[in-house]
């Protein structure tokens, strides 16, 4: 029998955008494969990536990831000039490009970027179909969290 290899780090994750669940209702994740260079490649597995401030856009029946910020590492091949926030198209099937197209220009849904990970030696990008909060949509998600929060502390101290 052979034995199953364990994860060295344990964590298949590389970057979060903890933003885009403070700024949008999240209402369905959608898996998608992401085409990358081989110095971005090395700089994933680095952790050297920011999800912060990107977005995904769907232009000429095609998803890319716009604004995603990969840091090159200072081993990077002098022969390419790499950039770090440049355009990289996602992988979806037609199918689910169709419907994406469908809720973002006629439902008005927004798709953001939530996590990039590993998945079977793959980058993955999960990206989420949101709808915008309003600020005191956002107010009262805060509130509820400070009053769990709360909660916890009051039953702990019990």
């Known amino acids: 029998m052979t034995k199953a290899k364990k994860k060295l780090d344990g964590s298949s994750t590389i970057a979060l955008n903890k933003k885009a669940g403070h700024d949008f209702f999240i209402e369905q994740r959608i898996e ?8 971005e490649v090395k700089s ?3 952790g050297r990536v920011q999800l912060k401030e990107s977005y ?4 000429h029946a095609e998803a890319f990831l716009i604004g995603a910020h990969v840091s090159a590492l200072a081993t990077a091949s002098t022969h390419i000039n790499p950039d770090p926030t440049r355009s990289r198209k996602l992988l979806l099937k037609r199918n689910e490009l169709n419907r ?10 927004t798709l953001v970027p939530t996590a990039l990970y590993w998945k079977r030696g793959r980058a993955k990008l999960e990206i989420g179909l949101a709808k915008g909060k309003k600020l005191h949509d956002k107010r009262d998600t805060e509130r509820d969290r400070d009053w769990q929060r709360e909660k916890e502390r009051i039953f702990k101290t019990r």
């Open 32 to 39: 998608a494969g992401i085409a990358l260079e081989g110095w």
């Open 44 to 46: 994933l597995r680095a």
């Open 56 to 59: 995904v856009k769907i232009l």
């Open 100 to 109: 994406l197209i469908g809720l973002t220009e006629r439902a008005g849904y």
